[in-house]
């Protein structure tokens, strides 16, 4: 398969393109391999160059953006043009658009004419309903493949392809076999040492597919092999749990999840609770975690003690720590860690205190050193990190290693 991304906007860095990733998720479990994706701005040649090149590399090509209702809105003039099909207006989808509009304004309101272009479709498309929005989507054949074109709103998509797309191809028969995947999930260890060591383990890898992906210090492992395919899948097996022992304790997740996703998980499951106290992150490690659904079982509260006095007067640091050693410290981020773990009564204290720049750094303490505090049932410890890259990066880093601290510290 492949993806073509329009819009203008993506090309000009102004929103980032999620559709591509979303897609190929979605894709996935029906066997889906997407041999080519690009991207390109509002731009009648542009995008019809990338339509005819899409359809010499693969079987279906997705196209996502530039059905909506504005004049930078190309694409089903460019399919109809490519195709040699004229535009025909499809009176079911302006039904459909005279509804949401009627629920929206009130009854009576007529449709207006740029509305009117999104009932459009090239003459003998198959017509796919937009059920989270006013713009159809269609396919239709074009030199031996099959397009798909569909809105560019992320919650548009999304209820399309679950909805209309994925049946759409099953009935068709244009997806392969489901594969069968094991994935798991690493942290601290460097993506190219991870890919020597799958060539060092001695399981043999013919019959599967091996993808690793990283996301600010975190490599995802995908290990994909045919659902027919008994030998490939074992084999996978086999790696995955060499794999394993392997990376022992740098195992973040076996299942392949997100950091974040298993260090709730693991909260969760054994009950634990716990309390963060964070400065240079501002919140960060709070906000990933609490992006995960279930975790107020475990997660009682966090604290952004971004100055001094704020870790004196709310986490209890004594002004002498501070004094002798700095606010970037293993004795502040030790004491911090035990201050919000006690104020919380939390089974774990998670502290972070750092410099994330640009400026701040010192000879002693640079841009970029962050010192983490890690409190257990009562007993504390400290650990430091020097992360390089802007003040984002830092931050980002910053807030992951938190979280793998605290999942290597759940009793």
Request: with cysteine.
């Amino acid at each position: 398969m492949a993806l073509v991304c329009t819009g203008t906007e993506l090309t000009a860095g102004r929103t980032v393109d999620t559709n591509a990733a979303r897609l190929a998720q979605a894709l996935a479990p029906l066997g889906a391999r997407i041999v080519f994706h690009v991207t390109v701005g509002d731009d009648r040649a542009a995008i019809a160059d990338a339509v005819r090149l899409a359809c010499a590399r693969a079987r279906v090509v997705i196209v996502s953006g530039g059905l909506g209702p504005t004049r930078d809105d190309l694409t089903r003039d460019v399919l109809a043009a490519v195709s040699g099909r004229p535009l025909v207006l499809h009176r079911p989808s302006l039904e459909r658009i005279a509804e949401r509009l009627a629920a929206r304004l009130g009854p009576g309101v007529p449709v207006p004419e740029n509305n009117r272009l999104q009932a459009l479709v090239p003459r003998g498309s198959e017509v796919l309903p937009n059920p989270a929005g006013t713009a159809a989507g269609f396919a239709l054949r074009l030199r031996g493949a099959w397009i798909v074109a569909l809105p560019g709103v992320p919650r548009e998509l999304d209820a399309m392809v679950e909805q209309d797309v994925l049946p759409w191809l099953r009935r068709k028969k244009l997806a392969r076999r489901a594969t069968r995947a094991r994935a798991l999930t690493l942290f601290g260890i460097p993506e190219s040492v991870a890919d020597d060591a799958i060539g060092r383990l001695g399981v043999p890898l013919d019959g599967l597919e091996i993808a690793l992906t990283v996301d600010e210090g975190a490599v995802k492992i995908i290990l994909s092999s045919s659902a027919g395919d008994r030998g490939a899948a074992r084999r996978a097996d086999v790696l995955h749990c060499a794999l394993r022992r392997r990376f022992g304790n740098a195992m973040a997740s076996p299942e392949g999840l997100p950091l974040a996703e298993a260090v709730a998980r693991t909260l969760i499951r054994r009950r634990r609770t716990v309390a963060l106290a964070e400065s240079c992150t501002g919140g960060l490690v709070a906000r990933k975690l609490a992006a995960v659904p279930g975790i107020s079982a475990s997660f009682l509260e966090a604290v952004v003690a971004y100055a001094n006095r704020s870790k004196i007067r709310r986490l209890g640091v004594p002004p002498a720590l501070i004094r002798r050693h700095g606010a970037v410290s293993a004795e502040v981020a030790t004491a911090m860690a035990r201050g919000i773990a006690r104020t919380a009564g939390a089974d774990l204290g998670v502290a972070v205190t750092g410099i994330a720049g640009p400026g701040g750094g010192t000879a002693e303490k640079p841009v970029g050193l962050v010192w983490f505090g890690v409190c257990a049932r009562g007993r504390a410890r400290a650990e430091s990190r020097r992360f390089r890259g802007d003040r984002r990066e830092v931050q980002e880093r910053a807030a992951m290693t938190a979280l793998d601290l605290l999942r290597r510290a759940i009793p």
